[in-house]
């Protein structure tokens, strides 16, 4: 279908637990433009409890703004017929909580781990891991699956050929338990199974019965080889056919779009998985909202996901305070706070969850507790994208087989090309420079890194359009999408505040040569071309004690992509990076950090 | 643009409140269509599978689990006590023998051929709901619970700790900006739900507890305080499950705030009534606030529910985030443009007149409506 010329718009719809947001992409002579783009809330909820309407005000708003008719009463008029309609509807979906799995393997380390990435990957919340050496005993884990309610499991474990009986001890622990599904007590909850092939019969017996079971291939078939596609497939199938189809409105969604409804951040995976590929590098995506935050990741062309169900700004803003401590957060803050204040302005955002800060002081605060949302959000995922032991691996990109060490994390920020910030703080700071320094504070990148961000969240509708038609989909989102920020420089090493630490040459945007020392401890903010598609060489010299890449005093000779921000180069020091711990000297590094990079109309 | 405002909490003096109160699981509705109850009344009862116990009886026996339903000494679908014989096998003339016993009370429910695992099925549990609320049954779910319904006076919260409760309201405030201190409160506030102003303390909540109060109202409370009580940083805000001994409700956020007069003064003038209070929050999809009904003689008659309208010029407003937090006012315009913040975001904004301040500009999403 890619390319082909009767497409001429396109209308896509995210519906988000809060939000509906709809686009409207036109083509416009031989290239697919972002036209424009409405919003209103989701209505999943009482009193409408139908997504559809939802959907209609988005698209109404789309109407008015673009000024032309799309709906035809309550309907999506498909294909356009003059200057009335739109050739291709799509969706994707993340109301009502998204989707909530539970997954199960023999070893939480092993299949375990496995089925949680296939879940993950597939855009699911996962619930909890079980496996038979978890720690729990066997009612405990009856206890749990009966309380949880989710809407689907995944039963993994053992390879194919192994043994049986281990896999039919889950499978008979499921069965005694005889969970319900999370909506709706009228329907079975479907259970997807991926593990042994010789257990098949085994699990049927014990679940074919109360569940709505449905058989794939093993996700490990081989100790040494992970296949999770199909279990994804699965998933995406079950999530349409019972959870979707149970939560209010969808029916109905689902006959208005051209393709399946897909989880919001099964699409997003996918556009950052297409961008890798395309492009040849190592991305991280994330993005951060309300109640969750969701980091992507291809390294080495494997590609990972993770939510952090808890960690967000709005619904889960005090869970983030919970888990990071308010001494993290409070580090970030360029002015004395009182700790008592603190705690109950982040209590008030939680309970009051849509409410905007509307004071320098009050973005900043926000700011600094999105850094410590992102950083641990990061840390989850180190911890999950990981190799197997050892071995050859065949995962999420088809025919890709990549070797890896020791089950030893893949995000190896050395390697990291290109970071890519999504979600409302990020792609709605005020300043694009604050956005980059969020990002960088969070995620430490080294050497050198790419930053973008999404302009207005788009990436779940361009996902789903990639599936159908990847050229619109990819020159929407070079264009109006992906805004780049610039590139940031990261010498790795440490030495004493003030003492040399890298030297940077370019040629400035006006022509004239620029030439930068950086001092450690310091950062610096150099001008780049504003327009992404325009490369610019820079050589850095780093001290000795520094690396860039080529070793500790060696210089390198880069390419980097210009952007609206600029180049920032950090010499703040990595592995470790510190931060003062004298409240009045981290003050004043932070306050000096903001001057350079311009991060705030005024000293706060 | 999405209609970015908070349409605000509930505060009213007549409406028609409808609780449903819903079994878990399926089972037995105690009480019929029409009938009067009151805050303590069962209405629904059931029974909830009992735990389940795994015992691997393949290896305590020593058998193939193939042979293990042939070893069971009761069949299937029996009830065994706990520490009762439940398998065993005889060998050498039966001299040597091997035997599994009950881990707990229950039924034997099924034996795997492949695994050798019996499931003992623990008995049932049994679980019983109350009205919460004084008033008529409505509606019968069939096997499921019922709606209870009262014409009733209700107030919303913003947030709450604990669970449901009940007891009459008795006034510890004189004025909505004071505190709730030690000395105001009473041994008679035993059993009772007690209104404060403002704020109250960790320390003083806990007297109140020791006093046998059953809830406290209040506008404020601090969030240290809060994981004090807890002994726990609170992550999300999903309450109503805590068992401290009574149930905090506070009314307007954390920090010390002024509870909004007419909340103070609706509460002044129930002062005496009998009131439900739940302090179950929920700030997710799906919202739930916590709440206090001061259900009415069943024979007058309530008048129409007020609602709020949309954010019109004249709509009376509160502030729930900034400089003026809790302030109320009037909106004076409503400029359609984005306007830039001192954050330097840009939003839309309204122009109000807030009491004792005067004019100032706010985002909308910062304003919550009240009803007029």
Known sequence: MSGTPEIRSILATDCGSTTTKAILIEKDG??????????????????????????????????????????????????????????????????????????SGLVLQMTGESAQRAALGAGAIVMDVMALNDGRRPHQKIQRLRQLRPDMILLSGGTDGGDVKRVAEMAELLAAANPKARLGAGYELPVVYAGNVEAREIVTRSLGDK?????????????????????????????????????????????????PIMPTPGAVGLIIEKIAKREGISVVGVDIGGATTDIFSVFQEIFNR??????????????????????????????????????????????RPTTIPDSLEELAIEQAIAREALRLAFEQHKALAVGLKGVQQARTISDTFAQDESGSTLVNLADLNLL????????????????????????????????????????????????????????????????????????????????????????????????SKVKAGDMALLPLPADGSTRVRVSVEPERGYDMGAGKGKPVELSVRGGVVGLIVDARGRRPFELPKDQNKRIEKLRAWNRALDIYPREI | MAHAYTPGLRVTERTTVRRERRLPLKGEVLVQKGQRVNSETVVART???????????????????????????????????????????????????????????????????????????????????????????????????????????????????????????????????????????????????????????????????????????????????????????????????????????????????????????LLKKLEGREAALSGATQIRAGVMRPEIVVPFDQDAPATAETSVGG???????????????????????????????????????????????????LPRANVELIEA
């Open chain 1, 30 to 103: 031989d290239s697919y433009r972002l036209v424009t783009r409405g919003e209103a809330p989701t209505t999943v909820e009482a009193p409408f409890e139908d997504v559809t309407r939802g959907v209609l005000n988005a698209v109404r708003e789309v109407e008015e703004l673009r000024g032309r008719k799309i709906l035809d009463g309550e309907r999506i008029v498909t294909p356009q017929s003059g200057d009335a309609g739109v050739d291709l509807y799509l969706s994707t979906s993340s109301a009502g909580g998204g989707l909530q799995m539970m997954v």
């Open chain 1, 420 to 515: 890519v910030g999504s979600g409302g703080v990020l792609s709605h700071a005020p300043r694009r420079a604050q956005a980059a320094l969020m990002m960088i504070d969070a995620f430490l990148p080294e050497f050198v890194t790419e930053l973008a961000v999404d302009s207005i969240f788009m990436m779940p509708q361009l996902g789903v359009l990639a599936t159908v038609h990847e050229e619109a989909a990819t020159q929407v989102f070079d264009r109006d999408c992906l805004i780049r920020l610039g590139s940031v420089l990261a010498p790795v090493g440490n030495a004493r505040d003030g003492s040399p630490c890298v030297t940077v040459k370019l040629m400035g945007p006006n022509g004239h040569p620029i030439e």
């Open chain 2, 47 to 265: 029974m909830l599978p009992g735990n389940v116990q795994t015992v691997n009886l393949a290896s305590a026996l020593g058998v193939e689990p193939a042979d293990v339903l042939s070893r069971l000494v009761k069949p299937l679908g029996s009830s065994v006590a706990a520490g009762e014989l439940i398998a065993q096998t005889k060998a050498l003339f039966g001299l040597m023998k091997s035997e599994a016993r009950a881990p707990a009370s229950g039924i034997l429910e099924s034996v795997s051929d492949v695994t050798g695992q019996l499931i003992l099925r623990e008995p049932p549990i049994p679980v019983e709901i109350d009205a919460y609320i004084e008033g008529v049954v409505a509606e019968v779910l069939e096997g499921e619970g019922v709606i209870v319904e009262t014409p009733a006076a209700f107030i919303q919260g913003i947030f709450g700790v604990g669970g449901e409760t009940h007891g009459p309201l008795i006034m510890a405030a004189e004025s909505p900006d004071d505190e709730l201190t030690v000395d105001r409160l009473s041994p008679s506030f035993a059993g009772k739900i007690v209104v404060g102003g403002a704020y109250v303390n960790h320390a003083v909540f806990k007297e109140a507890i020791r006093l046998g109060v059953r809830a406290i109202v209040v506008g404020g409370f601090d969030d240290r305080d809060l994981r004090d009580l807890l002994g726990y940083d609170l992550g999300v805000a999903i309450t109503g499950q805590e068992t401290f001994g009574a149930t905090l409700l506070l009314t307007e956020g954390f920090g010390r705030i002024r509870m909004a007069e007419r909340t103070f003064n």
């Open chain 2, 311 to 361: 954010m019109d010029v004249g709509s009376l407003l509160r502030c729930i985030r900034g400089e003026h937090f809790g302030k109320i006012g009037r909106i004076t315009a409503l400029p359609a443009k984005l306007q830039e913040l001192g954050s330097e975001s840009h939003a839309r904004v309204l122009e109000a007149d807030l009491d004792g301040v005067g004019k100032v500009i």
């Open chain 1, 306 to 351: 993770t939510v952090s169900a808890n960690l967000g700004l709005s619904y889960s803003v005090s869970n983030v305070m919970a888990e990071a401590g308010l001494d993290n957060i409070l580090r970030w803050v360029s002015f004395p706070v009182d700790e008592v204040e603190l705690r109950n302005r982040i209590k008030n955002k939680m309970i």
């Open chain 1, 211 to 259: 569940t709505a079971l449905l058989i794939v291939d093993n996700l490990r078939p081989k100790l040494e080889q992970e296949n999770l596609k199909p279990a994804r497939d699965a998933i995406h199938e079950l999530f349409m056919e019972h959870v979707m189809a149970h939560a209010p409105g969808y029916k109905k969604l689902m006959t208005w779009t051209a393709q």
